[in-house]
């Protein structure tokens, strides 16, 4: 369950808020001041914090500005001030949107599914990528990148790279190697993934330097951090 703070000192408005969000299936805590409001935003995980801008014992700007000092949970800023000047300076605060009061429920809504589509999307593409010092290689569209370089791979050179960067530390015997990348019913020797192992190599270490995939005499290889 998403959970989200709301920080409001207008206590009819933020049960209405509080039990609209409930209905989404939000996990909703709700804080009443500013000093409560941060203690609560700095000692929890939140999905999405709903900050008013003014506020009782340290107002909405200075809140957001010492969450942001530590934490890049999403901020949207709920107030009656409305002006050109006052949305620059929550937004420079570190707020990531700003509704002005009195607003739509269903506006707020849509905007909430908004910052957690985003955090979803964030979440998907990053596990699609992978990243070891400056490799990184994107699983959806199979580009791999040193620098801001692409390199290219054939399959079993990419399928092979992909097995080392999801078992970084991890050392792997060329049998090992050969099940995931070739599979275990390929009639092909193990020796075939030292020459592969060499070929990419070719490809993604820079002359002069160590080698991204080290060997383990006897055993296998290795990308280690």
Known sequence: MKKILLIEDEKNLSRFIELELRNESFAVTVAYDGKSGL?????EEWGLILLDLMLPGMDGL??????RSVKKTPIMMLTARD????RVAGLDSGADDYIPKPFAIEELLARIRVVFRRQEDSADEHKSLLIFQDLSVNTDSRF??????????TKREYDLLVAFMNNPNRVMSREALLDTVWGFEAAVDTNVVDVYVRYLRNKIDSPGEASYIQTQRG???VMRR
Not at 144 to 153: C, E, H, P, Q, S
């Open 39 to 43: 203690e609560l935003a700095l000692m």
């Open 62 to 67: 200075e809140v957001c500005r010492r969450i």
């Open 83 to 86: 002006s050109i000047t006052d």
């Open 144 to 153: 791999v990148r040193k620098g801001n370089a692409t390199i290219d791979l």
């Open 219 to 221: 055993i296998g290889y």
